[in-house]
């Protein structure tokens, strides 16, 4: 993976479920799912 794939996965997974203004919810991306969907993507090459 390239330095600029790993800070983008790794910016994407950092992100938490946060309520913000009139409870509006912005949630964090399921990492497991995400996993399995990079490494079926790139062959299963992925960490």
């Keep these: ?5 790993k800070a ?8 938490e479920t946060v309520v913000g203004c009139d409870g509006n ?3 964090a991306l399921p990492v497991e799912r995400m996993q399995d ?3 079926q993507g790139l062959g ?4």
């Excluded at 993976?1 to 794939?5: G, N, R, V, Y």
């Excluded at 299963?44 to 960490?47: F, I, R, V």
């Design 25 to 27: 919810v912005s949630r």
């Design 8 to 15: 983008v996965v790794n910016s994407l997974t950092a992100a």
């Design 44 to 47: 299963g090459t992925a960490a």
């Design 37 to 39: 969907g990079l490494r």
């Design 1 to 5: 993976m390239e330095a600029t794939e």
